[in-house]
């Protein structure tokens, strides 16, 4: 090692005199002595990587045992910042699933806080004064809602799709078409979580059709399940078939097989009413006499993230006994928040008024048009100087894998500065206190009023300042 590099390891800061230093500032009251001496070593470790990795002519300075004192500090004083922020969501994706897809309703928000303040009957049974189940509290509202036998709640669908796949062919061969071996995003993938249920693929037809009779010559004595797989993100057009629910449900029925429908999304309101392609919803699909459907929580239904699964009593009994539901099972967080999303399906034309994301996919044009121009007359009374703004229509999207081929007509104000590259605007809008997420389009800012609230619009003012004023 050379001598250069050799003084400067010499050099280092030294723990004690750190920790010494910090100290005097104070530190104990905001960390215990284990997190500030790790946070010491692994600042001093990292000096001295640098000093040993770096170029011979990239060497960098020697460093006070001060300079480390205050990178230690800055280090702690950071673990005080909430990581997890809420955001102003202006990229027009709806169900954003990197920008935790559906926002609560407030009555959802209310009750988490309730529940969570204090105990619960959580699994309690209030009248008997007995142990209950945690599924009880939302499984009549959620029958009642659509048309279901009985109900079971898990941690999210992708849970819900495995433990179905688990319960009822563990090894046993499950029968899906190869037209729906999907990929969600985020590493899911139907093939991988049957891996992972211990149930064996048994692949039926080709990527563009598969005939009832595909899945019943696959059917043998080592038949598990019929899987049905919703597509989600993406559609098959053109020179294409699928197996109609209905008639492998007899199918089923007349080899003893259960049949079971992982409708991903999972509607329960009429979207052609608003304007939109059919959804099957989910009292549609049990109509059929299907085993057992699962969806999401917070996708389509724009509730909290679970995973529900509906069907049959017999064959929902089944599942609950499955001892892998223990480690899937849902928090009482998303149960209370679960409750309330759904009351407002009881008066079905309410959920799209009460519910943000079904509100955002329904809404009129027209009203995401006034929202835009009440954007734009409140930009322009900041007279922040340099800014242009336009309001212009463009198309916005469902996502969370729910109606791809769905374009949504909306308006999104642009943004132009006169002298900040629009990719800077757009970091900068990311790291403002309330993060606001855009569309960066040609050199424009794009904000889409169809995912942006009017009681938002103060968080995008206050950014624009932010970053405009520094
Ligand atoms: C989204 C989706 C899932 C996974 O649901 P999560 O709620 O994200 O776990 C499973 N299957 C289908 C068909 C889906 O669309």
Do not use: W
């Amino acid at each position: 090692m050379d001598d250069k590099r050799k003084e400067l390891l010499k050099g280092l800061p030294k723990i004690d005199e750190v920790i010494g230093l910090l100290g005097e500032k104070g530190i104990d009251e905001k960390a215990s002595r284990e997190i500030v001496l790790t946070t010491c070593r692994d600042v001093v470790q990292k000096l001295r990587d640098s000093i040993l990795t770096a170029q011979d002519n990239q060497l960098p300075a020697l460093s006070t045992d001060a300079a480390a004192a205050r990178n230690v500090e800055a280090i702690i004083d950071d673990l005080y910042h909430y990581k997890l922020k809420r955001l102003v969501n202006a990229t027009g994706v709806i169900l954003h699933t990197n920008l935790g897809r559906a926002p609560l309703c407030p009555e959802a928000v209310e009750r988490i806080a309730e529940v969570g303040r204090g105990y619960s009957n959580l699994e309690f049974d209030l009248a008997q004064g007995v142990r209950g189940l945690r599924y009880d509290h939302v499984s009549r509202l959620i029958c009642a809602l659509t048309g279901a036998e009985d109900a079971l709640i898990v941690n999210n669908n992708a849970a819900a799709v495995l433990l179905a796949l688990n319960t009822l062919a563990e090894n046993k061969e499950a029968i899906v078409s190869r037209g729906e071996l999907i990929e969600i995003g985020g590493e899911f993938r139907i093939p991988d979580v049957m891996t992972k249920s211990n149930s064996i693929l048994r692949e039926v037809g080709t990527t563009n059709r598969t005939r009832l009779a595909d899945y019943e010559k696959a059917i043998g004595p080592n038949t598990g399940v019929i899987l049905k797989v919703h597509t989600s993100n993406y559609r098959i057009v053109g020179f294409t078939e699928e197996a109609e629910l209905v008639p492998l449900v007899a199918l089923g029925k007349q080899h003893g097989i259960p049949v079971f429908d992982d409708l991903g999304s999972g509607c329960l309101v009429d979207l052609d009413s608003y304007g939109l392609q059919h959804e099957p919803t989910v009292r549609e699909v049990l109509a059929t006499g299907v085993d057992i459907v699962s969806f999401s929580g917070d996708k389509l239904l724009g509730g909290p993230q679970a995973g529900i699964i509906v069907g049959k009593k017999d064959v929902v009994a089944r599942i609950k006994r499955n001892p892998l539901n223990r480690a899937l099972r849902i928090d009482k967080f998303t149960l209370a928040a679960l409750e309330a999303t759904l009351m407002h399906y009881l008066v079905p034309e309410e959920a799209p008024r009460k519910l943000r994301s079904l509100k955002a996919l329904t809404e009129q044009l027209r009203d995401v048009k006034k929202r835009a121009r009440k954007l734009i007359n409140k930009l322009k009374r900041t007279n922040i100087p340099d800014l242009t703004f336009e309001l212009r229509e463009d198309v916005a999207a469902a996502g969370g894998g729910s109606l791809p081929t769905e374009n949504i007509p909306t308006i999104v104000v642009t943004i132009k500065h006169a002298k900040i590259p629009s990719n800077r605007m757009e970091a900068k809008l990311r790291q403002a206190a309330v993060p606001i997420i855009v569309r960066v389009d040609e050199d424009q800012i794009l904000l889409d009023l169809r995912t942006v609230a009017e009681d938002e619009f103060g968080f995008i003012v206050d950014a624009l300042r932010q970053i405009l004023a520094n």
